[in-house]
Structure formats: structure tokens, C-alpha cells
């Protein structure tokens, strides 16, 4: 929500009634809450929420007793207010208590962060932030317990920090809620709002966020209000539901928006009582699992009005769920004015819910009553009884789904059809579905579902090589190979730079030893060649040209940095500079080192991709426990001014690490010393794609510093970022259009050097390579007449010039999976955009195939008539995405 204005969405909404209509179920006469009366007002003293900030991640500030002693000391029927004061607008405590009578009040533009010390919510048995037999180890944060007429107001934001590191732990609390999944146990992880045998409690217009479990748990609670709330948490965290109503009465929900990781809203009874009594109102749900009863129900579920709903995005839409092992019986539910888009399954009516569940409570589910229920899109329509002795009885009532829907009913009494969409004239509901009201308007941080996360499992990634849109299935698991098990192995060659050389086996140079490799490969290219390289700093280029036989190249030091190639050379250098430093060790090379050596020399400027201190085009290279280094600056630092005039030294291009072309590259505790362009993957050509494969190594760099076209995937290793110079970019990929893959990581660590660039958390994940681009389409120029058109090579002289189509579909792909992100990160905006906007260069940041598309055509380009594309891809393709990351 932008500062200091209303929410447009929220405030029409909120405009169209006041009190809710007498039909609703909830017994009370429902209207909008009003905030009760301060008692007394607490000031912020420190902002934790900018990307700067390190006290969210250390909760050096802690306000838990400050507040704690103000509700405590506050009056029945007022509220201890949280405000903003001297720029700093945020609070960080530990569990809260909400006494009777007395509600929390939050003023707009504050944000109350939920600690994340787990030792704060442990109730005793030392298990909260751990994964055991049961998952009730933790307190809720702010919890209360057998009150009358408390709540929580206001316009502000209750953050429950689910996505970042909890302390103590390498992992967010979602993370934990991931693993115990994976590993079949419970997470124990704190809920954010958890109301217990209490009346009237309310929640008035608070935005909730980033819950570590569920955002609103009632328990045994008779009379709850929430008017005008915003959840916001992504679809990939676990056990967020939204609003839970446990064996509760007279509840009314209104007015809100739910965006969440499980059940927007999950009416549940177990055999402490009924729900009953509960109106569902005017809401708009987005990513979920939807407007659910269960899968609780032996308390038994009754009288229930959901009316006036859109869901847009939920895995399920009116869904009822139970088994045998918890089922009772769910009766007088009323759905009504209903519409729905991208929902998977708009009516989900089941009673197996665990196919596995044993037990004797067998789900009764009758007087359910569908009206004016429609979906935009195909989707299933699934009505299960338990068997023909225990059938549903459900009605149905101008209930209609999009053409190439599917239905699944059995042992169901059903009344009604399901008609279609389009002859119904349903799509007007569409007007209805409301953007969510963002709480911070330039938030670009895409999550992917479960499901596309699991598409971007290392074996899935790597399974797929060769020509872009039409590559080819070759199974790779690098995991598995003996590189990655740690195995010894027989060298072939041993280089030692103090023993004595016979230029069979026994070498005083790295390159040496792969010049022999060339020679002894003529005899047998198939066959693997071990070269073993003993500690110690070699001074030298190496390159390994494509003749050579599958190589592997290991360190025996006690870690990585024992054995070190380095060299310095950079983009500005000319051919006659490389060659007075490097020429004599390719006097006596194998003749393909020397064609890659005669590639540079005589260049008036090498470029970028001339400084690699290793160069490899090797199918199959491999390489363990060693350093590769561009030593470039490395004695001086990186930093210069990022205006004009240069004050510092200059900066270049300068890899540590090239991998041209090579498929099947693999690289085990590998360590990449550099600054601009440490490591660059290429393929082949334009158009297709080789495979590398870095796990357990590190990379560090400070701009652009793994680029690159080829599909690599980077596997728990710890990516640093260097912070001599304002601005960097960990990575910038030109991944062609069609290319299934680009980068991903997986559990990886992106930390910084704590410099006070690095601290000020501006720094990028990424911008996508522009390559070769000489002007921009994108954007508008300085220059009197500029323009920039489509065209059949990169072109530019003022004021107008071309784009080629290799540059357009340079797009970049990057996916970062369950890792943790460090400080220097942009929080909000960690997807740059290529270069400032009114520059040559510019191009926006592009998250799939749609964007690529429209800003397409927004610059005057046509995709089917220029391009010759045939149709915008359905669904769009990935380019950026993030699963289950945590921020520190």
C-alpha cells in the first residue's frame, strides 16, 4: 500500500456497506467495526524493514516488554497504539498477550515484526524451530485467551518474518515447514494470531504478512469479526492458512483480501464443539487452497453463508474435505454469487480426504446448497460421498464452468446441473475479480508453485541439451558420479611446481600436463584422464580445447584454496600485452591450445572473453578442491567512482572461468576468485544449450559475475558478492527464448563481504543480458529523433539505429530455489533491469514470456509479423522465479 493514500480497492469495497444484510448466518448484527479509544501511545524506535536495515535480522530492538507492560496497564475497552516517530516506523517483539477488553491499535505505515528468536515462543521443551513427533512446541505471537471484546485495528502491517533466517538456524520457519514435510515429522513454528475461548474479538482493516504457520487460529471462540483484512503470504509457504474458525459461533469475515500458502479461510470442528453460525462476505481470495470446511468435522459444521466471493488462483474453490478419521456432519451451507478464475477444482467435495484414514467418523455432508456459482476457466467439478449408504446431498442452482471442465460425482444425491459458462453468460462475474491490494506497490519478488518448483529438480534441469525448443532427452546425474562421492583416483598426471618433470606423467605446469592429455587422447578419446595438481600457486593460463578426452583436473590440498591457478588479464588489454605475459607457455602447446592461443594474440583489444585464467571447451571437464583466479585489482580493490571523472582505479572485464561450449562440465568444492565476469558459460552457438553443474564451490564477484547463455544449475554452494563498487549484479544470463533452463540454485548461500556498499542492501540477483544491443526500443533516448527498430543485425548511429533477434530473445532465464538470501540484496526488487531507463542499453526486467511479448509490442515490434512467432506461449514460460527462500 503506497504511504499516506487510501487503498482503492479496500475503500470500495468498504464503501458498499457498513452493515452487513440480515440474511447473513452469524447471529449478530454485524457492522463495521470502529478502533477503540487510545490508552497509551508507543513510538518506533527502529526501522527494521528497509533492505539497509540489520536489526530485523539480529532483533537488536526489542519492544516485547515495552508493549507487553502497556497492554497490562491499559484500561477495559481502549487500545495501546503502535506509531511511527523520527522516520523510524517499525516494532520487533517476542509473544504477545492480548488482555480483556484491551486491542492493539496499528497505525498506518507501521509494521510489527514477529521476532525471530525461537527461544522466545518455546513453551518449555526446548522444541520450537525444531522437526519432532508433534508440532505444538511453540506460542503463538500475539495470543489471547478467554477475553471479551479485544481485537487488533488499524491500517498497519503485522509481519511474522516466515521467510527469513530464524537465529540460531540456517533455515526460515517456512524452510523448517518444507523439511518436515520432506522428512515426514512436524515442524514446530509459531502462529501469528491465535484466539482462544474468547467473545467478540475483531480485526478491523490490519494488514497480516509472512506468517511462520497459520495467520488466524479460533478456538472455542463465540462472536469474532474481521472487516477490511489483508493476508499476504506466497503460495509456496506451508501451513499458512488464512482465517481458521476451530468448533466456533457467529463469526462474519468480511471485506478482506486473502493471497496465502494453504486454506484462505478452513471452518474446522473437532470434539470440543460445532462451527456454526458463520458468514463469509464480500471477500476476494487469490493463491490457496480456498474457501474450505475441514478437514476437521466431527464437531459437526453447520450453518454456514459464503456469498459475494472471488477466487482468482486457488488450487480449490468451494471445497469441503474429511475422512473417516475425523468426518461429522457438514449441513445448511449456502454458497452464493460465487466467481471463480484459474481455479484447478471450483467445487471440491470430498470425503476422503486422507485416502489413508482409518477410523469410524464417517463425513456426512447434506443440505449444501450451490447458487450462482461460475469459473472463467475449465476446471473439475468433484462431489464424493462415502458410499451408497452415506450419500451427499447437494443442490445446485445456475452453477456454471468454462467449456472443458470435467466432473467426478458418486455416491451423491445431486439436484441440478452444471451448465456452461459461456451459454450462461457468467463471464460478467469477471468484472468482479479485483487485483490484490498490494501493501507495497513495487514488490517484484515471483514465486513459483510446488509444482513448477519440482520441475526445476537438479535431475530435471540438467536431463535436457541441444538445439533451443528442441533439445533432446540425455539423463545427467552428476550427483552420483565419482567426482561428487568424493573417490580417489588414479592420476594419469601429477604436476608439481617443486618436482621434477619427464613430460610423460610428471609436469611443472598445469597446461603442460593438459598439453600431454591432448596428445595421449589421439590414442583413445573415450577414456576419462585424471590429472592430479599438488598444493601450490601456479601462475598461468590454462586452456583445455575440445580435442582433449574427457579430463578431470583435482587438487589434493586440504581444501580448495591449497591449490590455485591464477593470472591477470583483462578486457582492455591488447594482444601484444597477453601475449608478452603469456606467450612462451604456448610456444611448445599442442596445436589446438595453440589456435585458441592464435585467437587472441593478435587483437588490439583481447575483450572479455579473451581474460579467462582457465579456458574450457572439454566436453565431460571436470574439476575438484581447486581456485581459479583473476587476479585483476585483486591487490587493490574494485572500487572506483560510478560517476565521472574516475577517482579510483579502473575497472574491466575479467574471468576467472570460461566454459565455452563444453557439455557436461562438472565442477566439485571449486573456488571462483574475481571481480566484473568471474565465470562465463557459453554455448555452442546461439540457439542451444550445454550443460554445467557447480556443487559444494564458491564463487565470488562483484558485477555480472556469472553470465552466460548455457543451462547451469549451481547446488549448495555460497555465492558472494563483493561490495567495493555502488552497484552489482550476481548474475547476468542471456539465455535464448526457447532455451528450457538457464541458472538455477539451489540451496545456496548468497553472502557479502560486509562492506558498506554491500550493507546498504541495494545490490541485484540478476539482470538479464541485453547482448550486443546498441540501442534500446524500450525506452525513450535523449537524442533529438532517436528511434531504435526491429532490424537484421545490432546497429546504431544517432539518432536511430537496429535490434537484431538474437538480442530480442536474449531474455535470461534464473530460478533460486531454497536458499537463503543475505542483506545486500534488494528485498522488494531483486530482478534488475538491464541498465537505466533513457539509456542505449536499456531493456526492462522480464519474469516470463509474457512480459517478454508485450513489451514487444509495446516498443512497435510485432511478434507474428516481425519475429514470426505464431502465438504467445499458454501457460507463459518462467524466466525469473523464486521457491522457498529466506532473506536474512
Known amino acids: ?29 454485524v457492522q463495521e467495526p470502529l478502533a477503540p479509544p487510545t490508552c497509551s501511545t508507543l513510538l518506533a524506535t527502529a526501522a527494521v524493514s ?62 510489527l515484526y514477529a521476532s525471530r528468536n525461537p527461544k ?110 489483508r493476508i499476504d503470504t506466497p503460495a509456496t509457504a506451508r501451513n499458512t492458512d ?10 462474519t469475515i468480511a471485506h478482506s483480501y486473502i493471497r496465502t500458502g494453504d486454506d484462505n479461510i478452513a471452518i474446522k470442528a473437532n470434539s470440543s464443539g460445532p462451527s456454526e453460525n458463520i458468514s463469509v462476505l464480500h471477500n476476494h481470495f487469490y493463491s490457496g487452497h480456498g474457501m474450505s470446511i475441514g478437514s476437521e468435522t466431527n464437531g459437526g459444521v453447520r450453518r454456514v453463508l459464503v456469498e459475494d466471493l472471488t477466487l482468482d488462483g486457488t488450487t480449490s474453490g468451494l471445497r469441503i474435505k474429511s475422512d473417516i478419521s475425523r468426518g461429522g456432519v457438514v449441513e445448511q451451507v449456502r454458497y452464493r454469487d460465487v466467481c471463480q478464475r484459474n481455479v484447478k477444482t471450483p467445487i471440491d467435495i470430498s470425503t476422503r480426504y486422507n485416502p489413508r484414514a482409518s477410523g469410524k467418523l464417517i463425513p456426512l455432508y447434506r443440505d449444501i446448497t450451490l447458487e450462482s456459482v461460475h469459473s472463467l476457466t475449465p476446471g473439475r467439478v468433484v462431489i464424493a460421498g462415502y458410499d451408497a449408504a452415506h450419500p451427499l446431498q447437494v443442490k445446485l442452482d445456475q452453477v456454471a464452468l468454462a467449456q472443458g471442465s470435467a466432473s467426478a460425482i458418486e455416491f451423491a444425491n445431486v439436484s441440478g446441473t452444471v451448465d456452461s459458462a459461456e451459454k450462461s453468460g457468467s463471464s460478467n462475474c469477471g468484472q468482479r475479480l479485483l487485483p490484490y491490494p498490494e501493501m507495497v506497490a513495487s514488490a517484484s519478488r515471483p514465486q513459483l508453485s510446488l509444482e513448477q518448483a519440482k520441475l526445476y529438480s537438479y535431475g530435471e534441469v540438467l536431463k535436457f541439451v541441444g538445439t533451443a525448443g528442441k533439445e533432446r532427452v540425455d539423463p545427467w546425474d552428476p550427483l552420483n558420479d565419482p567426482l561428487a562421492r568424493g573417490a580417489s583416483f588414479t592420476p594419469d598426471y601429477i604436476v608439481d ?68 591457478i591464477t593470472a591477470k588479464l583483462d578486457a582492455s588489454n591488447s594482444g601484444a600485452e597477453y601475449s608478452a605475459r603469456h606467450g612462451a607457455q604456448f610456444g611448445d602447446a599442442a596445436p589446438e591450445v595453440q589456435a585458441m592461443y592464435a585467437t587472441v594474440k593478435d587483437r588490439s583489444q583481447i575483450g572479455t572473453m579473451a581474460t579467462a585464467t582457465v579456458w574450457v571447451q572439454n566436453n565431460g571437464f571436470q574439476a575438484r578442491n581447486l581456485t581459479f583466479e583473476n587476479g585483476y585489482n585483486k591487490d587493490i580493490g574494485n572500487a572506483r567512482a560510478e560517476e565521472l571523472p574516475n577517482i579510483n582505479n579502473v575497472h574491466h572485464q575479467a574471468l576467472a572461468l570460461q566454459v565455452d561450449g563444453a557439455d557436461k562440465a562438472q565442477f566439485e568444492n571449486i573456488r ?100 550486443s544491443a546498441r540501442c534500446s526500443p524500450y525506452a525513450p533516448v535523449a537524442v533529438d529523433g532517436y528511434a531504435c527498430s526491429y532490424g537484421a543485425s545490432n546497429s546504431y548511429q544517432a539518432p536511430k539505429g537496429t535490434v537484431a533477434r538474437s538480442s530480442l530473445e ?14 545486500h540484496i534488494n528485498r522488494l526488487t531483486p530482478w534488475s533491469d538491464w541498465n537505466k531507463k533513457g539509456s542505449l542499453s536499456y531493456r526492462p526486467a522480464q519474469y516470463n514470456s509474457d512480459d517478454h511479448w508485450n513489451y514487444l509490442q509495446q516498443a512497435g515490434i510485432d511478434p507474428v509479423r516481425d519475429l514470426g512467432y505464431t502465438a504467445r506461449p499458454a501457460p507463459a514460460l518462467i524466466f525469473l522465479g523464486e521457491f522457498n527462500n529466506s532473506d536474512e
Not at 515462543?121 to 505471537?141: E, L, M, N, V
Not at 539465455?735 to 538457464?742: E, S
Open 242 to 251: 488464512g482465517i481458521d474458525p476451530i468448533s466456533s459461533r457467529n463469526i
Open 497 to 564: 611446481p617443486n618436482g621434477a618433470a619427464d613430460g610423460v606423467k610428471q609436469f611443472r605446469t598445469v597446461q603442460q600436463a593438459v598439453n600431454r592429455a591432448i596428445s595421449d587422447s589421439k590414442r583413445d578419446p573415450t577414456r576419462r584422464l585424471y590429472l592430479l595438481i599438488k598444493p601450490g600457486v601456479y601462475h598461468e593460463l590454462v586452456y583445455v580445447p575440445a580435442a582433449t578426452a574427457p579430463l578431470t583436473m583435482y587438487g589434493v590440498g586440504k581444501d580448495a584454496s591449497a591449490t590455485r
Open 810 to 823: 536474449a531474455v535470461g532465464k534464473m530460478v533460486v530455489l531454497n536458499s537463503r538470501i543475505g542483506t
Open 1 to 29: 500500500m503506497k504511504r499516506g493514500l487510501p487503498d482503492l480497492a479496500l475503500t470500495v469495497s468498504l464503501l458498499c456497506a457498513t452493515t452487513l444484510p440480515a440474511q447473513a448466518q452469524d447471529s449478530r448484527k
Open 120 to 229: 522466545l515462543y518455546d513453551r518449555g521443551a526446548g522444541t520450537c524451530g525444531k522437526i519432532t513427533d508433534a508440532s505444538k512446541g511453540c506460542k503463538p505471537f500475539i495470543s489471547a485467551q478467554n477475553t471479551e471484546g479485544s481485537g487488533i485495528y488499524g491500517e498497519g502491517i503485522i509481519d511474522g518474518q516466515g521467510g527469513r533466517v530464524v537465529q540460531g538456524l540456517s533455515e526460515s520457519w517456512w524452510q523448517l515447514a518444507r523439511r518436515a514435510q520432506k522428512e515426514d515429522g512436524h515442524q514446530n513454528v509459531p502462529r501469528l494470531i491465535e484466539v482462544t475461548g474468547s467473545r467478540n474479538f475483531t480485526l478491523h482493516r490490519i494488514a497480516l504478512r509472512n506468517s511462520p504457520n497459520f495467520h488466524v487460529t479460533l478456538n472455542g471462540v463465540d462472536g469474532f469479526t474481521a472487516w477490511g483484512v
Open 50 to 111: 528497509t533492505p539497509a536495515s540489520t536489526s530485523a535480522a539480529t532483533s537488536v530492538s526489542d519492544d516485547t516488554a515495552r508493549i507487553q507492560q502497556a497492554i497490562d496497564h491499559c484500561a477495559t475497552g481502549q487500545a495501546v497504539r503502535l506509531s511511527a516517530a523520527a522516520g523510524q516506523s517499525d516494532f520487533v517483539a517476542g509473544p504477545l498477550t492480548l488482555r480483556s477488553g484491551v486491542s492493539l491499535l496499528i497505525d498506518h505505515g507501521v509494521t
Open 672 to 771: 571462483l576468485l574475481g571481480f566484473q565476469d568471474t565465470l562465463y558459460l557459453k554455448s555452442p552457438q546461439i540457439g542451444s544449450t550445454s550443460r554445467s553443474f557447480f556443487n559444494k564451490s564458491y564463487i565470488e564477484g562483484d558485477v555480472d559475475f556469472i553470465f552466460g547463455d548455457s543451462t547451469a544449475y549451481f547446488y549448495q554452494s555460497e555465492i558472494r558478492t563483493l561490495g567495493d563498487r555502488g552497484t552489482s549484479y550476481v548474475a547476468a544470463p542471456d539465455t535464448h527464448l526457447n532455451t528450457r533452463y538457464g541458472f538455477v540454485f539451489d540451496q545456496c548461500n548468497f553472502t557479502h563481504d560486509n562492506s558498506a556498499n554491500a550493507r546498504a542492501g541495494k545490490f541485484s540477483l540478476l539482470r538479464q543480458w541485453f547482448h
